[in-house]
């Protein structure tokens, strides 16, 4: 039966006689006789021995135009307040009515509404009690209660909802005074919040839309409800998880509030942006962006923007991003933002679907929802997530650490989010949209993986590149409690070029923030580069450089004796060749390690180019320092002397006479080339450098003495070379990091 045709003579809602549908004679004398029925009962309930009020929420007319999210933490504020009603009848004399209304201010009478009333007063109608003992549940808010009521009333044929207001008037006397003939729907739902109240509105709304026949409306308004209650506590759940964050790779460092370190990141639309090649000293063509490739920055608030989203159609959105580069800082903005009604409130239910859990149940088969419920039990109260008015949301989270291959290609159609899969098959119908084509989802990843997903499947592709430089310096601002010591560590990154460009990258941020920190609590800033990008690269070996090792125990060897190559040969592109000379694999390097990346330019007008690369220009001449370094150590070879390089025999002296070559290498080469390698590959004489990289070395060799030493050549070598001066005094503060200690 249609909802407009569902009232019948037979299912007439209390208070409403057949005769309202005769003839309009008919219709005005049962008007008249209805009029001075209700007359007559409020002349007897208007007496103030008799008298009773209503709760009523307070009247929200201002309030409902301000509010635009349902944010539960005003959820309990007072909206409760008191007006006596008294409606006149409409067959009195006006001078009866004058003196009643007379009578009436001058001595009102309230009497809370509650199940002991008058006996001579009607029975109060169960949707109109509130025990005052149950508790509000928190996720019904005012603007909440407010939208879902007019979006309910909204369903109704204007005829319908004209029968809805009238029966309302008449069904409710205790609530409603003047007739709701000339109120469209905001209206007719303002009055009923402003003399009703939250839940009460609610129940009334539901009783006539039950009684009128209205089921699927009333479904509508009943659906929205519990699930507004679920995503209250849905959001309890992620504000749990996401509120604290623990900076850097692994999870040793102290947690602490997100919204503390939380800094806005450089964002900009396409993925054809090359790695930041910004370099103190050379030029680095190999991997410079191609100027037809430069989009202009976007905004936190550009991901998923509602009027993008409509007018553009867009359903999956791929954000990608080197190692370190703030991707999961993203996400977790997002969700917070979220969770908070700061942004995108116009998604109901927010699902974050990490690759690192969904890897978890990889041999499982599963339905969808039932994956759904393991991760968020909460959401057992909702049989499925395709509902009107409420879209839902998953975010994919890094899929370049999901190793089990999604083949897009040939994995099963599937669309039954109830009928179990395998998670692989789950996750590839997700993201082509077979699964709850509604949906929006947000997949993050390495450039690597991001050949994974079909063309076809991505609306949408972002790129995070890191900090800008005013974006660089409010995170230090923002994650240093003292002010004094943020300008501190600001201007030192500013003192050094090579630190301040490493700084786009957030990870690269957090390490120098916590060493500076450490740093002036143990007296002065150092001034050496070194201890920065080793303990980047313990980051990266905590996180899962251990399991490489225990599969090559040479792999940091083979990854810097390649970049050590390359830096021979002034090449900073890496081509599928080299992998396989130096016995590597690029999805160790770039996915596992997480010391290498990838990207795509546009090499012709039908061509990209794919283009693998460390992290930064100077992560490579870490490593290419770390190589010779380690061959010296492990190896007792000095590999800065080429293929004839010489053997040493371990003698106290051999350190130095390694220093000293690769200083005269340094001074020899043309445009600067080994200037930082040099800086490099001294700084790792440094006792505290060595510790950091105990599992790389089975014993440290650090010799004041060959430090000394090296100082010294080098002091001689500013006499022969004054317009190298800058960068020689730099190789002794990578010796001597702190001046005391020179």
Known sequence: ?????????????????????????????????????????????????????????????????????DDWTDAMADNQCRVQLHRQDSSASSCDSYSREEKLEEEPKEVEMTQEQPSDAPPLKPELFVDPNEQQHPALTVDFTFKVLQSSLEKLSEESFRRFKRILWERYPECFRD?????????????????????????????????????????????????????????????????????????????QLFEKVCTDLYLTEGGNAAVNSEHEFRQIKDLQEDGRGKTS?????????????????????????????????????????????RSHQDIFFLLPLPFKQLKQVTEETIGFMNLIYRLYPEM??????????????????????????????????????????????????????????????????????????PAECIHQLFEVRGFSNEQREDYFRKTIPEKEVAEQVIAHIKSCKTLYIMCHLPLFCW????????????????????????????????????????????????????AFQLLENGVFKI??????????????????????????????????EKVDCFIHPTMQEYLAALYVFLSFKNQKKNVLEGP???????????????????????LQAQNNNYDLFLCFLLGLSVEANQSMLSVLLSNKCSNQQAQQETVRYIKKKMKEYPGRKEILQRCINELFPHPQMR
């Not at 009232?7 to 003839?23: E, R």
């Not at 029925?37 to 209503?54: F, G, H, I, K, Q």
């Not at 990838?598 to 090499?603: G, L, V």
Request: glycine residues 6%; contains cysteine; hydrophobic residues 35%.
């Open 1 to 69: 039966m249609d909802d407009d045709d569902a009232m019948s003579d037979n299912s007439l809602p209390f208070g409403y006689g057949a005769s309202a549908f005769g003839n309009e004679a008919e219709e005005e004398e049962e008007e008249v006789a209805l009029h001075r029925e209700r007359a007559l009962r409020y002349m007897d309930w208007n007496t103030p021995a008799n008298s009773y009020d209503v709760e009523r929420a307070a009247s929200p007319t201002s309030s409902y135009e301000s509010m635009h999210s």
């Open 179 to 255: 007739r709701l003939d000339s109120l469209d729907v905001l209206g007719a739902v303002d009055k009923m919040l402003e003399l009703c109240g939250l839940q009460v509105s609610l129940k009334i709304t539901l009783a006539l839309l039950n009684d009128m026949n209205f089921k699927n409306v009333a479904e509508h308004l009943q659906g929205l409800c519990k699930r507004n209650e679920v995503r209250y506590e849905l959001k309890n759940t992620l504000r749990k998880k996401y509120e604290y964050v623990n900076e850097g790779l692994t999870q040793q460092g102290q947690q």
């Open 297 to 341: 920055q976007l905004f936190f608030n550009n991901i998923f923007d509602p009027e993008h989203v409509e007018k553009r159609h867009i359903r999956t959105v791929i954000t990608k991003g080197s190692p370190g580069i703030g991707k999961s800082f993203l996400v977790q903005r997002f969700i917070l933002n979220w969770v908070e009604g």
């Open 380 to 453: 057992k109260e909702v049989d499925n997530l395709e509902f009107e008015g409420c879209q839902v949301m998953f975010i994919c989270d890094g899929l370049d650490e999901y190793s089990p291959p999604i083949d897009f290609r040939n994995t099963a159609y599937w669309c039954d989010h109830n009928d179990p899969a395998n998670v692989n098959v789950l996750i590839a119908n997700l993201i082509r949209g077979n699964l709850l084509y509604s949906a929006y989802v947000w997949v993050t990843t390495r450039p690597v993986a991001i050949n994974r997903i």
């Open 511 to 562: 390490v120098v923030g916590t060493l500076c920190e450490h740093d002036l609590r143990s007296g002065e800033l150092s001034k050496a580069l070194t201890h920065f990008y080793t303990k980047l690269l313990l980051e990266h070996i905590n996180v899962q450089g251990n399991k490489l090792l225990s599969k090559d125990e040479d792999f940091f060897l083979k990854l810097g004796k390649m």
């Open 575 to 608: 081509e599928k060749e080299q992998w396989n000379e130096f016995g590597l694999e690029a999805e160790d390097a770039v996915v596992t390690a997480g010391l290498c990346t990838q990207f795509y330019r546009e090499k012709f007008m039908m061509y990209q």
């Open 644 to 666: 004839k390089f010489k053997m040493f025999q371990g003698s106290k002296q051999d350190l130095s006479e390694l220093y000293k070559s690769a200083v005269d290498k340094a």
